[in-house]
């Protein structure tokens, strides 16, 4: 069935749920998430839908999922934005709560959590032929995929059970309300005094970290402060520099640091990558415990970015789609305490400029 043919199926106004499930009957092989844009709805009230048959909600109560992941063993973390998805195997076993928020520090899942993110959640169980899926998801206000994490066939499915046990929502009803996503933050300019004091506290920088405060002290989005950094600080590079900084880390093996970022979670891979694969407007990332799968077509512009720390200056490659809104960033590996490595620098320096 076509798009258009599923979408007149509930026209006018959003469709009930037995004519989701039903839409999802006639077309079994339409990924759920293209079926919910089809259908006019979001993720989460796709999933919604399900309650009461293939899904459980479950309340996001981030702390305690979060703390009683590591029972589960290995299991795959998937954060994905509209362009950008990013999986990692592993175990969740670097959760630290801290006074401001809960963070994951693991060897393999490496997480920064936004909690007000975390509005809706569902454990999810599949019937395959003769294998059962089982999957925790996590949505924002929006409806938008936030995070979920995917068992294994050697993941603990008793320590699953126990989870979903312990944050079953009493609210199981088959719909849920949404709110519009929020309006992009527009574009700012500086007066020339402010544009002079935004570069001096960049050249201040002592620490990646304290980039945002930069950011949050003169109202700008992350592209906007590119745009004022030209220059020492950033440059553009041709859009398609990303796809070949990708190939000549993987051919030098080179390690890198890998960032995708959700409404409430940023993802990030450390280490090598090797398998690279284009497959129509998809490259690929598919090694055994990391895959990527970035949507080149919605790569509008690609900058270097340069930031100072304590350790020297640190260099960045970041994406951004047609509404500047960032779809992923790369650094080269390093620890605290440890200058940038200087394969790393040089790709990125070696890169086509725009």
């Known amino acids: 069935m076509t798009s258009s043919a599923v979408s007149s199926l509930v026209a006018p106004g959003k469709p009930t749920p037995s004519q989701i499930r039903k839409a999802r009957e006639d077309n079994p092989k339409m990924r759920e998430r293209e079926l919910a844009t089809t259908l006019g709805i979001s993720e989460a009230e796709y999933v919604a839908a399900w309650c009461g048959i293939s899904a459980t909600r479950i309340e996001p109560r981030v702390t305690d999922l979060l703390t009683g992941l590591e029972a589960l063993g290995e299991v795959m973390a998937l954060t994905r934005n509209d362009s950008a998805v990013h999986e990692k195997i592993g175990i969740y076993d670097g959760v630290e709560v801290r006074e401001r928020g809960v963070i994951v520090v693991g060897d393999m899942i490496d997480l920064r959590i936004r909690q007000q993110g975390w509005v809706h959640g569902f454990a999810v169980e599949k019937q395959n032929d003769e294998k059962v899926s089982r999957s925790l998801q996590i949505f924002d206000a929006s409806g938008d995929a936030v995070h979920k994490i995917h068992l294994r066939p050697g993941s603990n499915a008793e320590a699953y059970t126990k989870l979903v046990e312990k944050l079953t929502s009493e609210d199981q009803s088959p719909s849920i309300e949404t709110a519009p996503r929020p309006a992009a933050v527009p574009p700012s300019t500086l007066s ?20 945002s405060g930069l950011l949050r002290a003169f109202g700008l989005n992350r592209h906007d402060a590119l745009l004022h950094a030209t220059g020492d600080f950033a440059w553009r590079l041709d859009k398609y520099a990303l796809a070949a900084m990708m190939k000549l880390a993987a051919s030098k093996q080179v390690p890198v640091m890998c960032f995708v970022a959700s409404s409430g979670v940023t993802q990030i891979h450390s280490g090598v990558i090797s398998e690279i694969k284009e497959m129509g407007p998809w490259i690929n990332v598919l090694d055994a415990t990391f895959h990527l799968h970035l949507r080149l077509d919605h790569v509008n512009e690609v900058w270097a970015v340069r930031k100072p720390t304590g350790d020297g200056h640190v260099t960045s490659i970041e994406a951004y789609d047609a509404h500047k809104n960032p779809i992923i ?16 620098r040089f790709l990125i320096e070696n890169l086509p400029q725009l």
């Open 329 to 344: 960033q790369f650094f080269g590996l390093r620890r605290r305490g440890e200058t940038e490595r200087d394969d790393w």
């Open 192 to 211: 020339d005094a402010d544009a002079v004091r935004f570069r001096e506290g960049w050249a201040a920088l002592s620490n990646v970290h304290q980039f």
